[in-house]
């Protein structure tokens, strides 16, 4: 009975996390939705204008990174994932040829306080949301 106990801790450890990080991908899920709610997507795109990026607000909701321009726009990158650490302040970096940001770019996380790594992720493609017209 003793070398079942540590098998069975695991598996309970194990459903634990799994029930832990379902419910943070739920959260993400609900938050998303809301950052993008009143939002009408637009064809994806396989890149941007960096310009365009720069100067954005750049929020990630687990996989998901989304460049937050204005109030009427916001671009949506699915990543692989890899760069979940913006969400809690880490500095996302890109290198982008010829001033644009495209599918398949190589983006990387930063810690502030260190400045070390912490990530990188391989963008996707680009889906614009505006404002529905009225």
Known sequence: MR??????????????VAADSAMQRQTDEQKL??????????????CVDQYRTSQAQIQAYGGTILYKVSKSLIYRNDTGG????????DIFVTHSN???????DIGRTISPGMHGPTGSCALGSFVAYRKAPK
């Open 33 to 46: 939705a809301a950052a993008l709610s009143g939002l009408v997507p637009d064809k994806p795109t396989d």
């Open 98 to 104: 010829a001033g644009r940001l495209c599918k398949g």
């Open 82 to 89: 890899g760069c979940e650490n913006i969400a809690r302040g």
């Open 3 to 16: 070398v079942l106990t540590p098998l069975i801790a695991v598996a309970l450890t194990s459903s634990a």
